[in-house]
């Protein structure tokens, strides 16, 4: 079946900087789109949604775009620490209410 | 503390042998959901539950059941494991559906030999 974002990058990145980690989601006519982090042994965490009515949304330390021109869904982090070490994935919403999970990329943070 | 529970965290069993994996939550959600974690590949839902009594296959349910008598509690049950079937389990949680906010537990890792 289709899937989000199957490949697991790697992205490392400097204690201090700005992280964008991106997702390439499957379905054009998906609703919601999540951002999850999971750390290693642990369930995966909610970061943050956005709604395909909405293009940004901004939380604390992140941001998530939406350009549903390309199916593309983008995450930022602020000012990266080494607590955000993590795999990072985004997951899909679709019409049906089919939820897509992306494999995922891991974020390392050096100190 | 509002969480998803999973049981055992651990476990290494042999082919055939019936196993159960208990899933809990505490926050009085009406969905409850079970997920496969396989390396390089994202989440895929094995079933899902939208209320008491009413249980849905999600991608890839062949080799599992479930079973929801009460709110809080969705087992996983694999009556016949196979070494296909070794993977990392994730419980989740949502209020209403995928289109909320989905809980997740601390996962399961099973391995069948």
């Known amino acids: 079946g289709e899937s989000v974002g199957l490949h697991l990058p790697t992205l490392s990145v400097q204690e201090g900087d700005n992280s964008i980690i991106n997702c390439a989601y499957s379905n054009s006519a998906s609703d919601y789109f999540i951002w999850y982090k999971q750390e290693s042994g642990k369930g995966p965490q909610f970061i943050i949604d956005?709604?395909?009515?909405?293009d940004k949304r901004q939380g604390q330390r992140v941001t998530v775009l939406l350009n549903k021109t390309v199916n593309h869904l983008s995450l930022q982090i602020a000012a990266t620490q080494p607590g955000d070490s993590a795999v990072y994935f985004c997951?899909?919403?679709?019409?049906?209410?089919?939820?897509?999970f992306g494999a995922g990329t891991r974020l390392t943070v050096k100190p | 503390e509002a969480q998803v529970t999973q049981n055992p965290r651990y476990l290494i069993t042999v082919t055939g042998k019936k196993l159960t994996v208990t899933c809990s939550q505490n926050m009085n959600h009406e969905y409850m959901s079970w997920y496969r974690q396989d390396p390089g590949l994202g989440l895929r839902q094995i079933y899902y539950?939208?209320?008491?009594?009413?249980?849905d296959k999600g991608d890839v349910p062949e080799g599992y059941k479930v079973s929801r008598k009460e709110k809080r509690n969705f087992p996983l049950i694999l009556e016949s494991p196979s070494p296909n079937q070794t993977s990392l389990y994730f419980c989740a949680s949502s209020i209403t559906g995928s289109t909320d906010t989905q809980y997740f537990g601390p996962g399961t890792r099973l391995t069948v030999l």
């Open positions: 539950s939208m209320n008491v009594e009413v249980t």
């Open positions: 997951a899909e919403t679709q019409p049906n209410n089919d939820m897509r």
């Open positions: 956005i709604r395909s009515n909405m």
